[in-house]
């Protein structure tokens, strides 16, 4: 059973940074691409970034230059580096295995940009 665990959202200031933690199990995460996925209240769910197992990495457009993906295949977890934090930027962000199915999806960590 794929487990995905997220962390480290909050509230932050404009301008601010986070930094998420997704904590895989029931998968060789060594091999696995992942992805972040973010989903604004009555907006559909969208990538924001992915990183394939040998680190290569992609970013929406609305990301680049800010936030940053990467990976600890020691601790099966990737992460999720965000900087000079908008307000278009709160929502629930998730992690998921790319390329894989069925899908998983874990609970999910709740980000506010709010002054």
């Known amino acids: 059973q794929v487990q995905l665990v997220e962390s480290g959202g909050g509230l932050v200031q404009p301008g ?19 992805g972040w996925y973010r989903q604004a209240p009555g907006k559909q769910r969208e990538l924001v970034a992915a990183i394939t197992s040998v ?23 990737v992460y999720l580096q965000m900087n000079s934090l908008k307000p278009e930027d709160t929502a ?11 899908v998983y999806w874990g609970q999910g960590t709740q980000v506010t940009v709010s002054s």
Do not use: W
């Not at 609305?62 to 940053?68: E, L």
């Open 16 to 34: 601010g940074s986070l930094r998420l933690s997704c904590a895989a199990s029931g998968i060789i995460f060594s091999l696995s691409a992942m």
């Open 55 to 77: 680190g290569s990495t992609s970013y929406a457009d609305s990301v680049k230059g800010r936030f940053a993906i990467s990976r600890d295949n020691a601790k099966n977890t």
């Open 92 to 102: 629930v962000y998730y992690c998921k295995v790319e390329n894989y199915r069925p």
